[in-house]
């Protein structure tokens, strides 16, 4: 295997930061039923075709699906944060923090437009590495729309 | 079609904190209870299913055999997160059943110690992503699947609310609880919240606890007297089926409603004829789901059926009349069998202060997330 030189590295391998273009998140699509995962698989677990994935840049922008707001996390976590559920647009749900909120549950209304943003992690890797780390946060532009 | 399968003896320790004994002693203790309460030795134990998932490594089968006798026969291990003790159950009815056996004993043990919150692991590059990238701490997983319930239904946080004033409330009655304390649905709204919409009375406790069951063929069950002997009306277990979000937002509904139709197809009933349901409230927001899942209620329901009493002591369809994982506690190997210990005394007449008069029907339910379901429907046999 190769040495990965330091420097910053995503948090999760499908979490993908080209040089010279925005952060995206990559899935794998199942070519029969369209199932969409994060990261590889051998076969598609909803329909079980086996090596008929594509992989795919899945959409930067999702409406919150659901959510639970953390006030009681392991010693040093900070709290509170907002864990949501994102259903992207064209497929595919992912969980991650939601940023640039208020915690409090009358504040985040369901299918609340939000978008994929990328900051460096409070903590870093076993070697010592800065970890890049992707949350949502509600999106600009349909703000008032 | 083979034989019915029986339960001849069961017990349970009390729920609560025990570090003064380690597993293979509380599992012990469990043990030999179950084996009096069958009026049967372990000389008579043809073979014995032990659930157990903190130290799933670590023979707790055999060091159970340790304490009590080492008689040589065939012991396994089980672990299948909160569904243990209901994997170990299902695996001795199964030996039953499949002729290998007369007489088994399943144990289910736990020893928690005051460890706090599970999940929340996972990582790739030894950082844990827990509050940087979501959570994956168990009341936060059920909180979300609450938020969605309120989502689709408009339930609200004073109904999920209720559900623990009502677990805490029976486990008034319940000795062996681990908690036995009445609270007001304003103290379980104003408790710290722990993951919203989850305070801290919404949540279970950790804790250590061991039980146990007998568990004969139609033979020998009529041998040993079929009085207080107890029918396994249907053993089912199912693990997730894909769904839509399930990888991301663990899907505990799907496999249950799986697991609830082959159990009510096997018993040959339905929700309608259960007198009593031990069901799976790791969290006060999946107790309002299961309603839904196990057919208590038509969906989007199950906000009334609380409102409106239906699920509690001496409504129509009793649910966690021992206190539920709420109260009573839920020591995660242990709770399958307890959820069974407890619908057998009922079905006996021997619940004491909680007993539901003339229960002759009791249905057991059980989530490991990950997802494993187990459910049990038992009878009374004479």
């Known amino acids: ?145 | 079609m083979s034989e019915d399968v029986y339960v001849v003896g069961t017990s349970m320790t009390r729920f609560g904190r025990f570090p003064e004994q380690d597993v293979a002693q509380l599992g012990a203790r469990a043990a030999l209870d179950a084996l009096d309460d069958a009026g049967i030795s372990l000389r008579d134990v043809e073979s014995l299913f032990c659930g157990n998932l903190f130290q799933a490594s670590a023979m707790v089968g055999q060091r159970i055999l340790q304490q009590v006798g080492q008689t040589g026969i065939p012991v396994v291990n089980c672990a299948n997160a909160c569904a243990t003790g209901a994997t170990a159950f299902r695996e001795a009815w199964m030996g039953i059943r499949a002729g290998a056996y007369d007489l088994a004993l399943a144990v289910g043990v736990e020893q928690m110690g005051k460890q706090g919150l599970l999940g929340g692991g996972g990582g790739r590059r030894g950082i844990s992503p827990e509050g940087i990238v979501g959570s994956g701490l168990m009341p936060a997983v059920f909180g979300a699947a609450g938020v969605e319930h309120m989502r689709k239904y408009g339930t609200t946080q004073e109904q999920f609310a209720r559900v623990a004033v009502k677990n805490h409330e029976h486990s008034t009655r319940n000795p062996l609880a681990q908690y036995q304390k009445a609270c007001t649905l304003e103290e379980v709204l104003k408790a710290r919240t722990i993951a919203w919409p989850n305070t801290l009375l919404m949540c279970c406790p950790t804790g250590d606890g061991a039980a146990a069951a007998v568990l004969a063929s139609a033979r020998k069950a009529r041998e040993l007297g079929l009085g207080r002997a107890v029918r396994v009306a249907a053993s089912a277990l199912t693990s997730d089926p894909w769904s839509d979000r399930d990888l991301v937002l663990p899907d505990v509904s799907t496999l249950t409603r799986a697991c609830a139709r082959q159990a009510y197809e096997q018993a040959g009933l339905g929700a309608e004829d259960l007198d009593l349901v031990e069901l799976h409230d790791c969290f006060a927001t999946a107790e309002i789901l299961h309603y839904e899942n196990l057919g208590l209620c038509g969906d989007g329901e199950a906000g009334k059926l609380i409102d409106e009493r239906v699920t509690w002591h001496g409504g129509r369809t009793p649910v966690n009349v021992s206190g539920g994982l709420l109260s009573k506690g839920h020591p995660l190997g242990a709770t399958g069998i307890a959820n069974i210990f407890e619908i057998t005394q009922h079905l006996r007449g021997e619940a004491g202060d909680r007993q539901v008069e003339g229960a002759r029907v009791g249905l057991a339910h059980v989530i490991g997330l990950g997802s494993a379901c187990a459910i049990h429907v038992l009878e009374k046999a004479a």
Do not use: W
């Not at chain 1, 939601?98 to 985040?108: F, I, K, T």
């Open chain 1, 1 to 145: 295997m190769p040495d990965t030189p330091p420097g910053p590295r995503p948090i999760f391998d499908f979490l993908k930061l080209p040089v010279d273009g925005e952060p995206y998140l990559e899935g794998s699509r199942c070519g029969r039923c369209s199932a969409t995962y994060l990261g590889p698989r051998l076969a598609c677990s909803r329909c079980l075709a086996r090596d008929d994935f594509e992989s795919v840049a899945l959409s930067r922008t999702g409406r919150l699906h659901t959510f639970s707001i953390v006030h009681q996390s392991f010693p040093g976590i900070p709290t509170p944060y907002v864990s949501a559920i994102v259903d992207l647009d064209g497929g595919g749900t992912v969980k991650a923090n939601l940023l640039g909120v208020e915690p409090d549950p009358a504040q985040l209304p369901f299918d609340l437009p939000v978008e994929l943003t990328t900051f460096v992690a409070p903590r870093k890797d076993a070697d010592g590495n800065e970890v890049i780390a992707f949350g949502f946060r509600p999106r600009q532009a349909e703000k008032g729309a």
